[in-house]
């Protein structure tokens, strides 16, 4: 952008507000499962055991609106396209699809954003209205890399709703709260794949007290019938964000949720194989003569971020999920995770972010499977990766 505001037209470019920028990410991990190509799965975004992998390369065009003032309307729009090998978490069934759906390519191109905002300052304390397709509001991670403490993610992440395709309105009311509600076509479902697609509603609310220093956000982030379709996630979350105030470098994030889809395909019964769609696991029922069936989940996670200075900080993250029918993790079981990682500026625009982390699964092995594309189960309990990633900023 410097180089652009510096050109010929450079003062239009101001003017117009509109930038261009983003990352390139490549990430490393080094695990104690190796049994196939993705034997650390459910470990994401480094589900390659033992490998180093580019896993995002993104490039952003926007324009923000102005939503520090109430007095005028203005506007904005974002137009992200991503290519790696995390095309695999945040495509949608109906957006070039086929590359994952149809293909298993490993590295895909993902336009993972493109929307409008409509902002009316005068509204309230400010009213924006988003239309397009959107990261799903909720939670303390995100799918792009500079929106993330860590380089992995964390369980409950991994297998969340990503995006979503619709509108959805924010409205600030004062100092203390914050109320957003929409429509969407669900999860990784744009409108016009109208095999999956269905009104989808979601709402929340911010409060905000302590001075700022505590947030609790409470979102229903999609509510349908909630039968079984590509990722018809139905889900509940709460967020509470906490700032110390006698440690000011020292804050904690802890969210919790509970998702469900009904009338999910039975793997334990053959018969139910015909009911299955490609990318959308099935459940394992309590017995094999179910054709289909309810399957929840539900997690707790927190992180404990400490700033060391302007260029360091470390992370601690633990979390816990309960995968009770498998439909998830595509194992039936329930898992823990401890994480430790380090975050380090060089210069201002490269980021380093090494880790190590530790996970468990309780009730059956879900790491290392051989064969984990033909639905092979895990071989193993714990799992233990030391991995990281580099971001270069441009």
């Given at each position: 952008?410097?180089?652009?505001?510096?050109?010929?037209?450079?003062?239009?470019?101001?003017?117009?507000?509109?930038q261009?920028?983003?990352?390139?990410?490549?990430?490393?991990n080094?695990?104690?499962?190796?049994?196939?190509?993705y034997?650390?799965?459910?470990v994401a975004y480094?589900?390659?055991?033992?490998s180093?992998?580019p896993d995002?390369?993104?490039?952003?065009?926007?324009?923000?609106?102005?939503?520090?003032?109430?007095?005028?309307?203005?506007?904005?729009?974002?137009?992200?396209?991503?290519?790696?090998?995390?095309?695999?978490?945040?495509?949608?069934?109906?957006?070039?699809s086929?590359?994952?759906?149809?293909?298993?390519?490993?590295?895909?191109?993902?336009?993972?954003?493109?929307?409008?905002?409509?902002?009316?300052?005068q509204m309230?304390?400010?009213?924006d209205v988003?239309?397009g397709?959107?990261?799903?509001?909720?939670?303390?991670?995100?799918?792009?890399?500079?929106?993330?403490?860590?380089?992995?993610?964390?369980?409950?992440?991994?297998?969340?709703?990503?995006?979503?395709?619709?509108?959805?309105?924010?409205?600030k009311?004062?100092d203390?709260?914050?109320v957003?509600?929409?429509?969407?076509a669900?999860?990784?479902?744009?409108?016009?794949?109208?095999k999956?697609?269905?009104?989808?509603?979601?709402f929340?609310?911010?409060y905000?007290?302590?001075?700022?220093?505590?947030?609790?956000?409470?979102?229903?982030?999609?509510?349908?019938?909630?039968?079984?379709?590509?990722?018809?996630?139905?889900?509940?979350?709460?967020t509470?964000?906490?700032?110390?105030?006698?440690?000011?470098?020292?804050?904690?994030?802890?969210?919790?949720?509970?998702?469900?889809?009904k009338?999910?395909p039975?793997?334990?019964?053959?018969?139910?194989?015909?009911?299955?769609?490609?990318?959308?696991?099935?459940?394992y029922?309590?017995?094999?003569?179910?054709?289909?069936?309810?399957?929840?989940?539900?997690?707790?996670?927190n992180?404990?971020?400490?700033?060391?200075?302007?260029?360091?900080?470390i992370?601690?993250?633990?979390?816990?999920?309960?995968?009770?029918?498998?439909?998830?993790?595509?194992?039936?079981?329930?898992?823990?995770?401890?994480?430790?990682?380090?975050?380090?500026?060089?210069?201002?625009?490269?980021?380093?972010?090494p880790e190590?982390r530790?996970?468990?699964?309780?009730?059956?092995?879900?790491?290392?499977?051989p064969?984990?594309?033909?639905?092979?189960?895990?071989?193993?309990?714990?799992?233990?990766?030391?991995?990281g990633?580099?971001?270069?900023?441009f």
């Amino acid at each position: 952008m410097q180089a652009i505001w510096s050109g010929a037209h450079g003062d239009a470019w101001k003017r117009s507000g509109i930038q261009i920028y983003g990352w390139l990410d490549a990430g490393f991990n080094v695990s104690t499962s190796d049994k196939s190509r993705y034997a650390n799965y459910p470990v994401a975004y480094d589900e390659v055991a033992n490998s180093i992998q580019p896993d995002q390369e993104v490039l952003y065009i926007e324009r923000q609106p102005d939503t520090v003032q109430t007095d005028h309307f203005d506007w904005g729009f974002r137009i992200a396209q991503l290519y790696g090998l995390d095309y695999r978490f945040t495509t949608a069934k109906g957006i070039f699809s086929n590359q994952l759906l149809g293909k298993n390519l490993e590295y895909g191109y993902d336009p993972v954003m493109f929307y409008a905002d409509l902002y009316w300052g005068q509204m309230a304390q400010g009213l924006d209205v988003r239309i397009g397709r959107y990261i799903s509001l909720p939670d303390i991670e995100a799918q792009l890399a500079p929106n993330n403490y860590t380089y992995s993610h964390s369980i409950l992440y991994t297998a969340d709703c990503y995006t979503q395709t619709g509108m959805n309105g924010t409205v600030k009311l004062n100092d203390h709260w914050l109320v957003q509600a929409g429509i969407s076509a669900g999860c990784e479902t744009p409108p016009w794949n109208t095999k999956d697609a269905k009104p989808t509603l979601n709402f929340g609310a911010e409060y905000l007290w302590n001075d700022g220093n505590d947030s609790l956000y409470p979102m229903i982030n999609a509510l349908n019938d909630g039968k079984y379709a590509y990722n018809n996630l139905n889900s509940f979350y709460l967020t509470w964000y906490h700032k110390f105030r006698t440690h000011p470098s020292l804050h904690t994030d802890t969210e919790a949720w509970y998702m469900w889809e009904k009338d999910v395909p039975n793997v334990r019964n053959p018969a139910a194989a015909p009911l299955l769609e490609v990318g959308a696991n099935g459940a394992y029922c309590n017995s094999t003569t179910e054709l289909t069936c309810y399957a929840p989940e539900w997690a707790v996670l927190n992180y404990v971020e400490k700033e060391l200075s302007t260029k360091n900080y470390i992370s601690i993250r633990n979390e816990y999920v309960n995968d009770s029918k498998g439909q998830r993790t595509g194992t039936k079981t329930q898992y823990s995770e401890h994480l430790v990682g380090w975050g380090h500026w060089v210069g201002t625009t490269i980021l380093l972010r090494p880790e190590l982390r530790y996970d468990h699964s309780y009730d059956r092995p879900a790491y290392d499977s051989p064969c984990l594309q033909l639905g092979c189960p895990g071989t193993k309990k714990n799992q233990l990766t030391f991995a990281g990633d580099a971001i270069f900023f441009f």
